[in-house]
T-cell receptor, first 115, second 114 residues
Framework: DAGVTQSPTHLIKTRGQQVTLRCSPK?????VSWYQQALGQGPQFIFQ???????QRGNFPDRFSGHQFPNYSSELNVNALLLGDSALYLC??????????????FGPGTRLTVL | AQKITQTQPGMFVQEKEAVTLDCTYD???????LFWYKQPSSGEMIFLIY??????QNATEGRYSLNFQKARKSANLVISASQLGDSAMYFC???????????FGTGTSLTVIP
């Protein structure tokens, strides 16, 4: 049973560039959430996708956008990169059942460094 | 106000001993879920245990148990018989209702001493 996978594992970009991160959910899951984890901090929610629509969004600027495909995989796009965007980006998948028990399972993350 | 507060930046425990990691939460939603995750140095967040707001009994998963005190809004993780492989960051998280967002604390770094 394949877990959540993310690519690439590491990425180095320069300020002003754009980046795309990819995520494949755990088998059987239909919902993908993205988090940003700065060094020494807990993960911060960026947004969640379900049925190819953004279901909920955290407090992140419009430079952060996403997409979910019919096969439930997802992309996170960040435009006009800033030094402060350097972080570990975590993807989490879950099965949306509409109750608080929906557990999110995380991938290994993509470590983004902006120079 | 912080949704999740973890007040122990770092903890040490002797191998084979038990350890409690503290977590308090803040919500006005009557329905919520509480989660604990382990994050080794590799970065992946590993789900450990879940407690629902309406659950009458404390959750247990192997060596992990969750000490849920609803009136005090606390959800402490207890790890029994600590092992060297337990050394990692531990994060407490909360989900309110059926909303997608998980709120995470700042984490506790646990070191198991041989």
């Amino acid at each position: 049973d394949a877990g959540v996978t993310q690519s690439p594992t590491h990425l180095i970009k320069t300020r002003g560039q754009q980046v795309t991160l990819r995520c494949s959910p755990k088998s059987g899951h239909d919902t993908v959430s993205w988090y940003q984890q700065a060094l020494g901090q807990g993960p911060q929610f960026i947004f969640q996708y379900y049925e190819e629509e953004e279901r909920q969004r955290g407090n992140f600027p419009d430079r952060f956008s996403g997409h979910q495909f019919p096969n439930y995989s997802s992309e996170l796009n960040v435009n006009a990169l800033l030094l402060g965007d350097s972080a570990l980006y975590l993807c989490a998948s879950s099965l949306l059942t509409g109750v608080e028990t929906d557990t999110q399972y995380f991938g290994p993350g993509t470590r983004l460094t902006v120079l | 106000a912080q949704k999740i507060t973890q007040t122990q930046p770092g903890m040490f425990v002797q191998e084979k001993e038990a350890v409690t990691l503290d977590c308090t939460y803040d919500t006005s939603d009557p329905s919520y879920g509480l989660f604990w995750y382990k994050q080794p140095s590799s970065g992946e967040m590993i789900f450990l245990i879940y407690q629902g707001s309406y659950d009458q009994q404390n959750a247990t998963e192997g060596r992990y148990s969750l000490n849920f005190q609803k009136a005090r809004k606390s959800a402490n993780l207890v790890i029994s018989a600590s092992q060297l492989g337990d050394s990692a960051m531990y994060f407490c998280a909360m989900r309110e209702g059926d909303r997608g967002q998980f709120y995470f604390g700042t984490g506790t770094s646990l070191t198991v001493i041989p």
